[in-house]
């Protein structure tokens, strides 16, 4: 391999190493950026692979929302782990507010509902859907297993 190579070749992760360095220090923590969906394509009919509905063995409790602005949930935020994020298929435009809901191990919901802006769409649904987490997480004493039920447009 040509020298000239080997020194950009150097040179590029001497650079990705400084700015992956700098992200983590501004507290990004490795989620990936989300990018548009794709095409729509429905699933085929009949039932889920994912096999049968679990059902709880006490009442579930759905919570009143909690109504908050964007960004200033006062929430603190829970570094859950990763998990696969919702394609939606909205018409962003028409979209006013938008509710998740985080559940909890005992399946209580903890709703979210947030006023969109002009500009509000898709990358914009990570914070909403971190909110929903975060409050499953601080107001059911912690619970690890919080997961994010759903996400519905208004």
């Keep these: 391999m040509d020298l000239r190579k080997i ?3 150097v040179a590029v992760t001497a650079c990705l190493a400084v700015l992956g360095a700098a992200a983590q220090e501004r507290g990004f923590h490795g989620e990936p950026a989300r ?3 794709p095409r729509f394509e429905p699933h085929p009919p009949g039932r889920s692979p994912r096999g049968p509905v679990v059902m709880h063995d006490r009442p579930m409790r759905l919570l009143s929302p909690r109504v908050i602005v964007h960004g200033q949930a006062g929430w603190t935020h829970w570094e859950h782990p990763m998990f696969r994020r919702p394609v939606y298929y909205w018409d962003w435009g028409a979209i006013r507010s938008v509710t998740c809901i985080g ?12 006023s969109t802006f002009s500009g509000f769409g898709f990358a914009n649904m990570t914070a909403v ?5 975060d409050r499953c997480y601080s107001e059911s004493g912690q619970d690890p297993s919080c997961v994010l039920l759903s996400c519905s447009p208004y």
């Design 7 to 9: 020194g950009n070749i």
């Design 103 to 114: 559940e909890d191990s005992y399946g209580d919901q903890y709703p979210v509902t947030e």
């Design 35 to 37: 990018v548009a969906p």
């Design 129 to 133: 859907e971190d909110d929903a987490l």
